[in-house]
């Protein structure tokens, strides 16, 4: 009697079950988390009002702690505490807000930098992304300064040496990119900036410092007309 192989290097049905379910648990918790962090900054919001301005001070001061904290993290919402100090105190609001913004995105490639490449691969064999962990295991184990090279010559999708080449233009238009946060915000796109060590700190902070500056510009231009 004879038996067929159903393996074919095919995924099992199992496995792509397991996965579904693992980032069905992750979107949920990412959600849930938004939620919590949208109800506490309608909270705080309220008590920057004029009314509350025996306690101004603090609020600003809880505020910009916040923001620099779910700015720095991927997949929360900071933005909305930016623009709530931008209203609420002008000029002041906006360098405010631009200073932690930059502050936020270059502490989120700080942690990306100091964390290992093999927690990522951990993430991705849990959620049996097999062949993905396999090519970051692969990479690695590549010295940082080889790094552009080994994957401008591995990948196989024509646009990618072009993006990798114009790494540092990406970076800049990532961060502007609206909707970025499907892909986890300027803290998720930051902290996989860092990790990818293609990026050195003095660059990456002159273009940080100049990929956040248009939307201050626009609302202190749109004030003034």
């Not at 301005?53 to 779910?70: G, S």
């Not at 270059?106 to 990522?120: A, D, E, K, N, T």
């Not at 690695?140 to 024509?158: I, M």
């Amino acid at each position: 009697m004879q038996t067929s192989d159903h393996s074919g290097g095919s995924r099992p049905p199992t496995s792509w079950v397991a996965t579904v379910i693992k980032l069905a648990v992750i979107v949920l918790v990412i959600i849930l988390a938004n939620i919590a962090v949208s109800d506490l900054v309608d909270r705080l919001g309220i008590q920057i009002w004029p009314e509350y301005m025996e306690i101004l001070d603090r609020a600003i001061l809880v505020a910009m702690v916040l923001y620099i904290l779910l700015m720095s993290l991927p997949f929360l919402p900071g933005v909305e505490i930016g623009f709530m100090l931008m209203v609420m105190l002008g000029p002041k609001g906006v360098a405010i807000v631009y200073i932690c913004t930059v502050l936020a995105l270059m502490i989120s490639f700080s942690v990306g930098r100091l964390i290992p490449l093999h927690h990522l691969v951990s993430l991705l064999e849990w959620l049996h992304f097999k062949r993905a962990a396999s090519l970051l295991t692969s990479f690695s184990e590549v010295p940082p300064e080889n790094r552009l090279g080994y994957l401008t010559d591995r990948v196989s999708v024509k646009v990618v040496p072009s993006i990798l080449k114009h790494r540092y233009l990406t970076l800049a238009l990532l961060l502007n990119l609206p909707g970025n946060a499907l892909i986890g915000g300027g803290g998720g796109i930051g902290m996989m900036a860092g990790m990818s060590r293609l990026y050195s700190y003095p660059v990456c902070f002159l273009i940080v410092a100049a990929a956040v500056l248009p939307v201050p510009m626009f609302f202190i231009l749109s004030k003034s007309l």
